[in-house]
Every structure is written in structure tokens, then in C-alpha cells.
């Protein structure tokens, strides 16, 4: 009821606030006999932590994981994997100005009105401090299916604020500090240099695929993959619009440019030869490649003066202080791979339990 746990077969519970003690996740439903250590995490964690350039927040956070449980001489037990994540670098003061107000944008006015109080530090359980708990649990479930299927998730930014970003070679993703799939990227360093100077924020839309999905994961009518991955993306924060295949692109479409015609394959099995659909056909994976998009708002605490009400219902004026992303886009591509790896994953499982068949890519 409370909305902390996704997944059915490889259900993923988080837990903890920005400005707590600690934060992470309970995996439960992971299958036995995975070899898993803290550092076959730690690397997708490095990738999406904090201060790690000077484009994004500043707050110095190691994200140092910890297995407390679910693993027993180095194997996975196939009881539940507890992770934590222990919160070092809060400066809840930087909050103590806006704690009975409203920040435009933000949670603080809804979790208030559902909850009757809120803890305005770092945004509480709204804060994206929380998707790191999310990449340690897809760090698990992308091992096991790299090794059980061979199934591979990589990502890019392909929009920041007004600016496209072009496709050169997936090479280059992990090369610079925007995920962006380009050798230069002096022209969006110049653009978020600008930003920051000005004290606002920018949205951005990031892409995510997946290789080597098998055949048949997904189940009709209101379990679809693509229904999944939908409310996967959406729940990470700020994102405000999904996109599979083609996705809004398809309304210009003609039926005979977009069906994705069929041709002999190897095994039995048929290739494709175009994927407008994104690797899902009627809610159920067709074995291309997973292709998936996200469109993510401009961050909501900036330096500009809004207006806004405080919990009397005064008119207000906020200025947000403190350490934020002035684009939150900028460290979401990690995010969203292990998010669309967790929906994978749980829809394996569930295939296997259901069909009894061993999954094979296409």
C-alpha cells in the first residue's frame, strides 16, 4: 500500500531519507547461487554518486554499498539481499529556510497535504538521493542476467535543455561527465556553465536500450512489459514523459512504415527488419533490442526567486539554497539502466515460473 516495493518475483523495497542516517534497499526474490560482492556494485553506484564534476551537486557522498545479508561465502542465499548505503555529507541547515514553505516544483506541498507533515531536509523520501538504493539493486539484477541470458543495458543523454545531442559511438558515454555519447562535448559544458551563472536549471531526454532480451517476456493485459517499464521510468524523479520505439514519433507514421516486417531468422525463429516498436509487441518482448526513452523536467531547486505560500497559506518568495543538480538529467543514465534491468529481471522470473521454459535470447 505504502508504494516502497516494485517487482513481483524480484521485488525491490527502499527505504530511507536524504538527510537520515543511511539509505537502501531489500531485494527479495533474488535466485541462489550468484556470486555477489559489494564490488560488483559499487561501479554503477560510482557512476551515478555525486560531486563527481562540476556540473552537478556538489554534496560529497562515497556511496559506499554493504551487503548486511542474502549472501553466504561470496554466493547469494536466495534469501533477502539487504544493501545499505550510510548517508555522510547532509547539511540539513541549508533546508531550515524553506521548512514551512512550498518549493514550486517540488513534493513539499503534496507530501504534506497526504502525510500532515514532511521532512523538508534534502526533500526526505522525494529526494533523488534515493534512486541509489534503485542502481544497487539493478547492479544485481543485470549481473544475473549478463551471466543467465546475456542480457546488456547500456544508456546515453541525447537532449540537454535546448541542446541535441547526436549519436557518435557508444564509447564515449562513459567518457565525459554528461553520459553523452559524443568525443566533444565543449558545447554543453559551455551551456551548463551558463545555466549555473544564471542560477536556473534545464531538463533533458536520455535514452536506454537492452541486448540479448529473450522472447516472451511480458503478460497481458495489465502486466505488458512496456506497461512496466512505463511505470518504472516514471517512477524515477522528475521524469515526466516515457517513450518506447518510436514513441510520440509513431502519430506521423504511416501503417506501412511502421510494422516492423518479419524475415526468416536462424532456429526457427524470425529477425526484423526495423524496430519502431522497441523490441515489444503486444505488451510482450519481441528479442530486439529493448528501446526505450525519457523525457526528465529541469530541476526544481534553483537560485531564482519564485513565489509560492507557507503552511498558513501566505504568500511567499523562495530561493532554494544549498547543493543541487542543475540538471538532474546529467546523472539519471544509470538510473534508468538499472531501472529497466529491474523490470527485466522481474519479468524473466516470472516467465521461467509460469512457462517452465528456459529463456534463450533471440
Not at 14 to 43: K, R, Y
Not at 91 to 96: L, T
Not at 308 to 326: I, L, M
Request: proline letters at 6%; glycine letters at 12%; charged letters at 20%.
Amino acid at each position: 500500500m505504502s508504494g516502497n516495493t516494485f517487482g513481483k518475483l524480484f521485488a525491490v523495497t527502499n527505504f530511507g531519507e536524504s538527510h537520515g542516517p543511511a539509505i537502501g534497499c531489500v531485494i527479495d526474490g533474488c535466485p541462489p547461487g550468484m556470486a555477489l560482492t559489494e564490488a560488483d556494485i559499487q561501479p554503477d553506484l560510482d557512476r551515478r554518486r555525486p560531486g563527481t564534476s562540476k556540473f552537478v551537486t556538489q554534496r560529497n557522498e562515497a556511496d559506499q554499498v554493504e551487503i548486511l545479508s542474502g549472501v553466504y561465502q561470496g554466493q547469494t542465499t536466495g534469501t533477502p539481499i539487504c544493501l545499505l548505503i550510510r548517508n555522510t555529507d547532509q547539511r540539513s541547515k541549508d533546508y531550515s529556510d524553506i521548512a514551512q514553505t512550498f518549493r514550486p516544483g517540488h513534493a513539499d506541498y503534496t507530501y504534506w497535504q497526504k502525510y500532515g507533515v514532511r521532512d523538508p531536509r534534502g526533500g526526505g523520501r522525494s529526494s533523488a538521493r534515493l534512486t541509489a538504493p534503485t542502481v544497487a539493486a539493478g547492479a544485481v539484477a543485470r549481473k544475473w542476467l549478463r551471466q543467465e541470458l546475456g542480457t546488456t543495458f547500456r544508456g546515453c543523454m541525447t537532449h540537454i535543455g535546448e541542446l541535441t545531442i547526436g549519436f557518435e559511438s557508444w564509447a564515449h558515454v562513459d567518457q565525459n561527465p554528461f553520459f553523452a555519447p559524443v568525443a566533444d562535448v565543449t558545447a554543453l559544458e559551455d551551456y551548463m556553465n551558463a545555466l549555473r551563472k544564471n542560477g536556473d536549471s534545464c531538463g533533458a531526454r536520455l535514452r536506454v536500450t537492452a541486448a540479448g532480451v529473450p522472447v516472451g517476456l511480458g503478460e497481458p493485459l495489465y502486466d505488458r512489459l512496456d506497461a512496466d517499464i512505463a511505470k518504472a521510468m516514471m517512477g524515477l524523479n522528475a521524469v515526466k514523459g516515457v517513450e518506447i520505439g518510436d514513441g510520440f514519433a509513431s502519430v506521423a507514421h504511416k501503417g506501412s512504415l511502421h510494422g516492423d516486417s518479419l524475415l526468416p531468422g536462424e532456429a526457427g525463429r524470425a529477425r526484423f527488419a526495423t524496430n519502431h516498436d522497441g523490441g515489444v509487441l503486444g505488451g510482450i518482448s519481441s528479442g530486439q533490442d529493448l528501446e526505450v526513452a525519457v523525457a526528465i523536467k529541469p530541476t526544481s531547486s534553483i537560485l531564482v526567486p519564485r513565489t509560492s505560500v507557507n503552511v498558513a497559506g501566505e504568500p511567499v518568495e523562495v530561493v532554494t539554497k544549498g547543493r543541487h543538480d542543475p540538471c538532474v538529467g546529467i546523472r539519471a543514465t544509470p538510473i534508468i539502466e538499472a531501472l529497466l534491468a529491474l523490470v527485466v529481471m522481474d519479468h524473466a522470473l516470472r516467465h521461467r515460473a509460469q512457462c517452465g521454459e528456459h529463456l534463450q535470447p533471440n
